[in-house]
């Protein structure tokens, strides 16, 4: 089955940077958009950026843009997220997560359990 296995979560003070690391098996990494969401505590789940299969074209939510940037390298099956220019709002476990297809679908397939890793970590405050 479908294994997404998050690292490189931490904690930073605001404006410090972070890169965090989704390993992905059981699946045909090379076949899918990926997607990193994101939730706070007591909050529901946050997308926040999402990168298509073939074409690499990425999306982003509008508090990340310029400061985070998804990115995949598929023949190490890894899925990566650079976290830059970091505030508190940003702290939140942060998830790696499979979508339907090869595009970007815009859809909740994270919500799943079985789409998404455990989560990694991120903390940010002074």
């Known amino acids: 089955g479908v294994q997404l296995v998050e690292s490189g979560g931490g904690s930073v003070q605001p404006g410090g940077s972070l890169r965090l690391s989704c390993a992905a098996s059981g699946f045909d990494f090379n076949g899918y958009a990926m997607t990193w969401v994101r939730q706070a505590p007591g909050k529901g789940f946050e997308w926040v950026a999402s990168?298509?299969?073939?074409?690499?074209?990425?999306y982003y939510q509008d508090s990340v843009k310029g400061r985070f940037t998804i990115s995949r390298d598929n023949a190490r099956n890894t899925l990566y997220l650079q976290l830059n220019a970091l505030k508190t709002e940003d702290t939140a476990m942060y998830y790696c997560a499979k979508d339907v297809g090869p595009f970007y679908s815009g859809g909740t397939a994270y919500r799943d359990a079985s789409n998404r890793g455990q989560g990694t970590q991120v903390s940010v405050s002074s």
């Open positions: 990168i298509n299969a073939g074409d690499w074209d990425t």
